[in-house]
């Protein structure tokens, strides 16, 4: 047996989700960490908050992904917990794109180890807008990817009055926006993110697990839990030209999260020097 396998070969892993995400976290880390992985049973993670609004989150991302691990143990018993936890809006960088922000926790509660990543895509279709007008809603849906990803539709942006989710065939769309455009005068269309009616986001949750599989790999060279990686980076990298610091990379410090030990790989790009072109003094 490797050192991985002794962590978390054999074990069961419960997948915190009422949406689906099992379908695709699960073949990743079973496939990697050889973990047999079972969805969680009577969780209701729409406590912890809802897309649509009626039910607001209260803790970040990370804290409510934690909550959802605890959550799980708590019924379940369960010792190998993993979660996740979306944030759509725009991209906290870039802007004006909108960004699919994932969180995924592994919690170990027998062995107190918690191995957390994020993922952070352009690639989703968040997006809302008013359909007063069936044509437009039409437009919209197809924009989206509609009927593959599902919509809601609810009388009013931001509006509890009226909300009808889940919607994946024509007919019920065209039933439902006239059905609140009757009773309103007014339909707002916006896309479900909900994992299991949107395509795309699995898509980004699955990459999500490939990077915590792979991190679950890492093990501290010291005391061999699972989990090492880059905890901070260093800038600095010279330029090529004058020799001064740039923004470029020049060291990423490695952490272990239970005995605190560090490292300092320098150069992790492979790069001893920083192309001019990135450097202030010499292209200012």
Not at 70 to 89: C, P, T, Y
Not at 148 to 163: V, W
Request: aromatic letters at 8%; one cysteine or more.
């Amino acid at each position: 047996m490797n050192a991985v396998a002794k962590y978390f070969e054999g074990r069961k892993l419960v997948v915190a989700t009422m949406h689906g995400k099992e379908k695709v976290i699960g073949p990743v880390l079973e496939q990697q960490l050889g973990v047999i992985v079972v969805p969680a049973e009577e969780l209701n993670t729409d406590v912890f908050g809802t897309f649509s609004g009626e039910i607001e989150r209260k803790d970040d991302p990370l804290a409510t992904a934690r909550l959802k691990c605890r959550k799980v143990h708590e019924l379940s018993g369960g010792m190998l917990v993993v979660a996740s936890e979306g944030s759509f809006g725009p991209h906290p960088v870039i802007g004006f794109i909108p960004a699919d922000d994932e969180i995924l926790v592994l919690t170990d509660f027998e062995r107190n180890i918690e191995i957390k990543v994020r993922e952070l895509s352009t690639e989703t279709n968040f997006a809302g807008r008013r359909c007063d007008d069936y044509r437009a809603l039409s437009a919209f849906a197809k924009e989206v990817g509609f009927p593959q990803h599902a919509i809601i539709l609810r009388d009013a942006k931001d509006s509890h009055q009226h909300i009808v989710k889940g919607i994946s065939n024509y007919a019920d769309l065209e039933k439902a926006h006239q059905e609140i455009y009757t009773k309103y005068g007014s339909v707002f269309a916006e896309t479900d993110m909900r994992a299991m009616h949107n395509p795309m986001r699995m898509q980004v949750i699955e990459k999500a697990a490939h990077k915590l599989a792979q991190k679950a790999m890492q093990l501290c060279p010291v005391c061999t839990t699972p989990g090492y990686d880059v905890y901070d980076v260093i800038s600095g990298l010279p330029c090529d030209w004058c020799g001064l610091p740039t923004n470029g990379t020049l060291a990423h410090i490695y952490k272990c999260e239970s005995c605190n030990h560090t490292e300092e790989k320098k150069h992790p790009n492979g790069r001893q020097k920083e192309d001019p072109m990135f450097c202030n003094n010499c292209n200012p």
